[in-house]
């Protein structure tokens, strides 16, 4: 039987190695990030069951409770966990490949032009699949930031931030919500670990995607490239092999997908419902505001009200409540202003800049 393997190991050549060998045996591999906790590092092995632990030293830990993968699987990856204990993704070789393809059509991709730059962690699908593209299309890989040669990379917007992306030919930002202006090579990309990574470039569907909005508003997607199940066996497919992706949308005319944001997230406020991340995207264009978070909070009179955690810029005074309202006002309706302000100094985020909006305080 095939098992799972766990790489507890940095990016780089030597866990590009170890998933090679792996999958040269047929077993599957699962990225742990060698930098969580111990605690976390532990539970998640629990909850994996791999059969077998590669570690940085170099150690092969084989454990007695290791449950077998299925033939043609390829990875076990885990979910960013914004609520909740994660899930292990399972994604076959045949749904890596056809996300691979499916990547080097729309970008494309000359395998022996190309290079890509792996500068997530590959414990994450953004980093994962960046790896696994470019070994399954014969593409070249490097893990240099330095590199001259590459022209291909994927990063979350804080990483768009900081490089100069003019040297590249194409840019892949996801993970969060990208709201800056960016040059012609920047592709702003939408998926999950349950789609093997970006499903959407820019708003339309790769090659073999198909998108549809359920009866209460819920974006649904099938394609070859969706997972198997969950390592616990269950499979969020329907019987059609649609999958809800728990993000409320819509899909114009064109096919163009326009995501509102997370159905969990949604304050509904005096019998309106807003939209987090349209408020937060207002409020960054607000004088004095560094970063944003905005989440509803139980309110006696509206049922919810909208609180909006501002990080202030250090080189000026922090926003007030009623100009941050007044900037809402001016692009959303009145419902959606904040009724309340709350400074910190930082967000709760995840790895990949996700708002963890259970942690805000």
């Known amino acids: 039987m095939p098992s799972l393997v766990a790489l507890a190991l940095p990016p780089g050549p030597r866990f590009v190695a170890e998933l090679s060998e792996a999958w040269a045996d047929g077993d599957a591999v699962l990225p742990v990030d060698p930098r969580l906790p111990i605690p976390a590092a532990r539970r998640l092995l629990e909850a994996m069951r791999p059969a077998v632990v590669v570690d940085e030293a170099g150690d092969r830990q084989h454990l007695r409770d290791g449950r077998p993968t299925e033939d043609g699987d390829a990875v076990v990856v885990a979910t960013s966990g914004t609520t909740g204990e994660p899930k292990g993704v399972v994604l076959t070789t045949a749904a890596l490949q056809a996300s691979a393809d499916a990547t080097n059509r729309r970008l494309g991709v000359d ?3 190309d290079r890509w730059l792996s500068l997530l962690p590959v414990a994450h699908i953004g980093g994962l699949s960046v790896v696994t593209r470019a070994l399954l299309t ?13 022209t291909l990379t994927a990063v979350v917007p804080t990483q768009a931030n900081r490089l100069d992306l003019r040297r590249f030919r194409r840019i892949l930002v996801g993970g969060s919500a990208d709201w800056r202006e960016r040059d012609a090579n920047v592709v702003r990309t ?3 670990t349950e789609t093997a990574s970006g499903i959407a470039y820019d708003g339309l569907p790769l090659d073999g995607v198909e998108v549809r909005v359920d009866g209460a508003g819920q974006l649904r997607v099938r394609g070859p490239m969706l997972l198997r199940s969950y390592r616990t066996g269950d499979d969020p497919k329907d019987a059609e092999g649609w ?3 728990g993000d409320s949308g819509s899909v114009g005319g064109d096919g163009r997908i326009e995501v509102d944001g997370r159905i ?3 304050i509904v406020t005096g019998g309106e419902k807003v939209w987090p991340a349209s408020v937060e995207d207002a409020l960054r ?3 004095g505001v560094a970063d944003v978070a905005v989440a509803g909070r139980p309110d ?3 049922g919810a009200r909208v609180v909006a955690w501002v990080v202030p810029t250090p080189d000026g005074p922090a926003p007030s409540l009623p100009q941050l309202r007044e900037r809402t006002k001016a692009h959303l309706p009145a419902y959606a202003a904040p009724r309340e302000l709350r400074l910190v100094t930082e967000l709760p985020r995840t790895a990949l800049g996700k708002i ?6």
């Open 285 to 287: 264009r607000c004088p």
């Open 190 to 192: 939408y998926g999950m």
């Open 111 to 113: 395998p022996a032009t």
């Open 356 to 361: 963890q909006r259970d942690l805000l305080p």
């Open 243 to 245: 999958l809800p992706t």
């Open 138 to 150: 014969g593409t070249a890989l490097t893990f240099d930031p330095d590199d001259p040669e590459a």
């Open 300 to 302: 006696d009179e509206w």
């Open 264 to 266: 969990g997230d949604v």
